[in-house]
T-cell receptor, first 113, second 114 residues
Framework: DAKTTQPPSMDCAEGRAANLPCNHS???????VYWYRQIHSQGPQYIIH???NNETNEMASLIITEDRKSSTLILPHATLRDTAVYYC??????????????FGTGTRLQVFP | EAQVTQNPRYLITVTGKKLTVTCSQN?????MSWYRQDPGLGLRQIYY???????DKGDVPEGYKVSRKEKRNFPLILESPSPNQTSLYFC?????????????FGPGTRLTVL
């Protein structure tokens, strides 16, 4: 019951920007969009998250559309080490003050020389 | 170094032999969780814990137990493992359980049940 849709795979040339799209058309007003990545079979690594506004950190930028139904993760200068599976996640609230991450199958990004 | 550790990293066992996978975090996080990852199914939550002595079922809790006697440790117990529990397991923790608290994942435990 993942709430996001991502392309299964993408390629990107080293040094170019990688733009990874995500569709979350059923997102609710208080649900955040999170991005994680998983390199090979290592533990998932947090990248960035946002609610309404665009966000940027040292790893990436997150662009969220005004209607919040989709977002794009941007890796400005992809390197070979960015080859990984990228997960777009909407955090689903549970009872009380907790929530959970629902991982879909993600986008496998291949960065080539 | 702030981290989540899991042990063992690799385990091959036989059906019915009880085992425990340990998880420990050194960040004083309140929230901890276990996931399993299977090909084509992504990561699925097994159990989570909001704080010491507070645990709850995730999406796939059958065949697993957990305990949270101390804040830093959250072991995953398989009382009678079966082959369908062969999987890659991840422990995660976050400061709190709120919407903006980042979850940090351990390196994973690859379990094979014969």
């Amino acid at each position: 019951d993942a709430k996001t849709t991502q392309p299964p795979s993408m390629d990107c040339a080293e040094g170019r920007a990688a733009n990874l799209p995500c569709n979350h058309s059923t997102i609710s007003g208080n649900e955040y969009v999170y991005w994680y990545r998983q390199i090979h079979s290592q533990g998932p690594q947090y990248i960035i998250h946002g609610l309404k506004n665009n966000e940027t950190n040292e790893m990436a930028s997150l662009i969220i559309t005004e209607d919040r139904k989709s977002s794009t993760l941007i890796l400005p200068h992809a390197t070979l080490r960015d080859t990984a599976v990228y997960y777009c996640i909407v955090r689903v609230p549970l009872r009380g003050n907790t929530d959970k991450l629902i991982f879909g199958t993600g986008t496998r990004l291949q960065v080539f020389p | 170094e702030a981290q989540v550790t899991q042990n063992p990293r690799y385990l091959i066992t036989v059906t019915g032999k009880k085992l425990t996978v340990t998880c420990s975090q050194n960040m004083n996080h309140e929230y901890m969780s276990w996931y399993r990852q299977d090909p084509g199914l992504g990561l699925r939550q097994i159990y989570y814990s909001m704080n010491v002595e507070v645990t709850d079922k995730g999406d796939v809790p059958e065949g697993y137990k957990v305990s949270r006697k101390e804040k830093r440790n959250f072991p995953l117990i398989l009382e009678s493992p079966s082959p369908n529990q062969t999987s890659l397991y991840f422990c995660a923790s976050s400061l709190l359980a709120g919407f903006t608290d980042t979850q940090y994942f351990g390196p994973g435990t690859r379990l094979t049940v014969l």
